[in-house]
C-alpha cells in the first residue's frame, strides 16, 4: 500500500498545494527520498546535455521507412490528411441533418 502513496507523492509536480500534502511522507519514507535523489542526478545528467547534437546514425531513415505499412512509406501524411477529411465530412453531414430536421419541423408546424 505504502508503494502507491510513494507513486503518488513523486508523480505530483514541485509547486503544487497537493504536493505539501505528502511532504510528511516523503521526509520519512526511503523509498521517496531515493527516488528524489535519482532524479536529481538524472536532471543534472540531462543538463549536462543541453546543447549537445548527434547526428542520427547513417540508414535510420531507410530503415523507419522500411518498417512502416506501404501507404505510410509512399506518403506519410496521407494518413493523417484522411483523418482531417473524414473529420470535416462528418461534421458537415451533422450539419446538414440537423438543417433538415429543423426544416423538416417548421414545414410539419404550418401543414
Not at 543538463?47 to 542520427?56: D, K, R, T
Not at 473524414?86 to 423538416?104: D, E, M, P, Q, S
Request: hydrophobic residues 40%.
Amino acid at each position: 500500500m505504502s508503494w502507491i502513496i510513494c507513486r503518488i507523492s513523486n508523480a505530483i509536480p514541485d509547486g503544487s498545494r497537493l504536493r505539501t500534502l505528502f511532504d510528511g511522507h516523503r521526509r520519512h519514507c526511503l523509498r521517496c527520498q531515493a527516488d528524489a535523489v535519482r532524479l536529481r542526478g538524472v536532471s543534472r545528467d540531462l543538463g549536462g546535455l543541453e546543447g549537445e547534437v548527434l547526428p542520427a546514425p547513417g540508414g535510420l531513415h531507410t530503415e523507419v521507412m522500411a518498417t512502416l505499412p506501404p501507404q505510410d512509406a509512399s506518403n506519410p501524411r496521407r494518413p493523417l490528411l484522411g483523418r482531417i477529411i473524414a473529420r470535416w465530412v462528418t461534421g458537415v453531414g451533422v450539419a446538414v441533418a440537423t438543417l433538415a430536421a429543423i426544416l423538416g419541423r417548421r414545414s410539419r408546424r404550418r401543414g
